[in-house]
C-alpha cells in the first residue's frame, strides 16, 4: 500500500496530463466482468425485498468485489458492511469435512471406516446399517437416514440425547443408495473428528482454520447479540410482511450449522479452497484430502436439489465432502447453501477459473443467493441472456404461491359449528413420544395452551371436533392443525400432528 503512495506522489506533471488524457477513455472498471453488479445486487435486494446482504467475489486469489446493502435490522439504520456478521448455517458443514480429512491426514480416522471403530455405542434404527456406515457416509448424506431436525431445532437437549432420539428415526432407503440431506449425523461427524483429536469441535476448527488462516471475525458457535457490535438480525415474513424475528441458538448440532460469519473472512477461506488448501504455498490439506472433499461420493435427485435447476439445468448433481456438486455452462461447481432462523447463505467455487463468491442475507429463504452466484459465474465464463434474479424470483414467487394452497385447503376443510368432545381441563396433560419428544398441554384462561420443550409454545383455538389450530407464539411459524385422539372409553389417548406424529398421553403418578 505504501509503495503505491509513494509511486504516486512522484507522478510527473506531465505524467498527470497523460493520465488526464487517459481518464476521458473508458474505465477499467466498466470494462471489467463486474461492470454495473453493484447496481445489479442493489436491485436485487430491493426486488426481493431483502433487509440486509453482503457478498464478496474472489478470483485469482484477488478479492474483486465486496460490499454490504441494506440494514441490519429493520427499523434501525444499522448498514451492513463487509464485516458484518451473519449466521453461515449449513455452510459450516465445508469446516467439518476439513478438519475431518485432517484427521486422515494424521491417521487418526480412516474415512472408509466404520463409525462403530471409534463410537462403539453409535446406534441406528437398523442394526445392519449402523455396522456399515463409515465416516465418509456421514459427510455424504448417504446414510439412508432422512432429515430429522425436529429432534433438534429449538430444542435444548444436549447432543447424546439427539443421537438417542435418533436411533429410533426409520431408514428411509437402503445405505448409500440414496441421498437424504441430514444435519444430525454431519455433527456426529465433526464431534468424532473433536474426539479423535482430543479436543472440541469449535476449538479444533479454530486451531487448526480459522487461527492459521487469519479468520479472525469468524465464529464457531452463536454469538450474542448483546456482545457484537456487528452483526445482522433474522427476518421472515410474518403475515406476509418482513419483520425481525427471533434467533435461536443450533449449538447443540454445532459441527452441522453454528458458525457465523463476515464476507471478509469467508474470502479468506475461499481463496485458501481455491489455492488447494495451500498456506504461503504450503499445503494445510494434503492433496487426496483435499481431493475427496470435492469428490462425487452420491448423486442427488431432483427432489432432494435446488429448484434452481428447473431454470440452469446441470446435467449432473451430486455431494462430494460438505459441497454440493453440479456443472454449470460446461463448468465443474462446488457450492453449498445455508438456512437457518431468518438467514440464508451461500459459498460457490468454480475451481479451475479460480473463481468463488460467498453471499450473506438476513431473510428467511432469500433466494436472491443463488442468482448472485450464478450471475458472477457467468460474468467470468461469457456473456449470457439470463436475468437470474429476475427469472428466480419468478420461480421462487411460485412456489411460495403453492405453499400457500395448503393453507387455503385447510381452511377450506374447517367444519363449523362444532364443540370439543370434553370440557378443556380433560385435554391437559402430559403427552410423549420416544422420538419427538414431549408435549405439555395446560389450559391458559379459556383456552389451551402447548409447548414443546422450552422453546415451542402455541396457543390453541378451537378448530372442529376435536382438532385445535396451534398459533405459534413466534408468529413467523404460522399455524398447524392439532388433534386430540379419544381411547375407547371416552379419555384422552394423544396428541397428533398430522398422519404421521402421534404422542401418547402419560399418565402422570400422584
Known amino acids: 500500500m505504501r509503495r503505491h503512495i509513494f509511486a504516486a506522489m512522484m507522478i510527473s506533471r506531465v505524467a498527470a496530463g497523460v493520465l488526464a488524457l487517459a481518464l476521458l477513455a473508458p474505465s477499467a472498471a466498466a ?46 439504520q444499522d448498514s451492513v458492511n463487509t464485516h458484518t456478521l451473519f449466521a453461515n448455517a449449513s455452510t459450516t458443514k465445508a469446516f467439518t469435512s476439513f478438519v475431518v480429512e485432517l484427521m486422515v491426514d494424521e491417521g487418526k480416522l480412516r ?10 455405542a453409535f446406534r441406528l434404527s437398523d442394526p445392519i446399517a449402523t455396522r456399515q456406515i463409515t465416516v ?12 430429522a431436525d425436529y429432534i433438534w431445532y429449538d430444542d435444548t437437549s444436549s447432543f447424546p440425547e439427539i443421537m438417542r432420539r435418533l436411533s429410533y428415526v426409520p431408514f428411509n432407503a437402503p445405505l448409500r443408495s440414496h441421498f437424504e440431506y441430514q444435519n444430525i449425523t454431519y455433527a456426529l461427524a465433526g464431534n468424532l473428528a473433536a474426539d479423535r483429536a482430543g479436543t472440541t469441535w469449535g476449538k479444533l476448527v479454530h486451531d487448526r482454520i480459522l487461527a492459521p488462516l487469519g479468520m479472525r471475525e469468524t465464529t464457531t458457535g452463536t454469538p450474542e447479540e448483546s456482545s457484537h457490535r456487528n452483526m445482522a438480525f433474522a427476518h421472515d415474513y410474518v403475515n406476509d410482511t418482513v419483520r425481525p424475528i427471533k434467533r435461536y441458538a443450533t449449538d447443540n448440532i454445532a459441527p452441522a450449522g453454528a458458525m457465523y460469519s463476515s464476507v471478509s473472512d469467508m474470502a479468506i477461506w475461499m481463496r485458501f479452497l481455491l489455492d488447494s488448501a495451500r498456506i504461503g504455498g504450503k499445503r494445510l490439506l494434503s492433496a487426496r484430502g483435499y481431493a475427496d472433499l470435492f469428490a462425487p461420493r452420491i448423486l442427488v435427485d431432483d427432489k432432494q436439489f435446488y429448484p434452481t435447476a428447473k431454470l440452469t439445468h446441470p446435467r449432473f448433481q451430486g455431494y462430494g465432502e460438505g459441497w454440493f456438486l453440479e456443472d454449470y455452462r460446461g463448468e465443474f461447481v462446488a457450492f453449498h447453501t445455508g438456512s437457518i432462523d431468518g ?11 479460480n473463481l468463488g463468491v460467498v453471499v450473506f442475507a438476513n431473510r428467511d429463504h432469500a433466494e436472491l443467493r443463488h442468482a448472485l452466484m450464478y450471475t458472477v459465474f457467468d460474468r467470468y465464463i461469457g456473456a449470457s441472456k439470463h436475468d437470474w434474479s429476475a427469472e428466480m424470483l419468478t420461480l421462487y414467487s411460485a412456489l411460495r404461491e403453492e405453499g400457500k394452497k395448503g393453507e387455503r385447503e385447510i381452511d377450506a376443510a374447517h367444519v363449523t359449528g362444532t364443540q370439543p368432545s370434553l370440557p378443556l381441563a380433560r385435554y391437559a396433560g402430559v403427552y410423549a413420544d420416544s422420538l419427538f419428544g414431549t408435549a405439555m398441554v395446560k389450559v391458559d384462561g379459556k383456552k389451551l395452551v402447548v409447548t414443546f420443550g422450552p422453546l415451542n409454545i402455541a396457543d390453541l383455538e378451537h378448530w372442529h371436533y376435536d382438532t385445535f389450530m396451534a398459533h405459534w407464539r413466534d408468529a413467523y411459524r404460522g399455524r398447524q392443525p392439532m388433534t386430540f385422539r379419544l381411547a375407547d372409553d371416552g379419555t384422552v389417548a394423544g396428541l397428533a400432528l398430522g398422519d404421521e406424529v402421534f404422542f401418547k398421553r402419560v399418565a402422570i403418578k400422584p
Open 31 to 76: 470494462q471489467s466482468p463486474l461492470a454495473n453488479f453493484d447496481a445489479y445486487v442493489a436491485r436485487g435486494v430491493r426486488d426481493w425485498d431483502i433487509p440486509g446482504l453482503a457478498i464478496a467475489v474472489v478470483k485469482d486469489d484477488s478479492v474483486v468485489f465486496a460490499k454490504g446493502y441494506g440494514v441490519r435490522k429493520l427499523g434501525t
Open 111 to 120: 474415512i472408509d471406516a466404520p463409525v462403530t471403530t471409534y463410537m462403539p
Open 136 to 147: 465418509a457416509d456421514l459427510l455424504s448424506h448417504r446414510t439412508g437416514v432422512p432429515e
Open 343 to 353: 438467514m440464508v447463505a451461500i459459498v460457490g467455487l468454480i475451481p479451475a477459473r
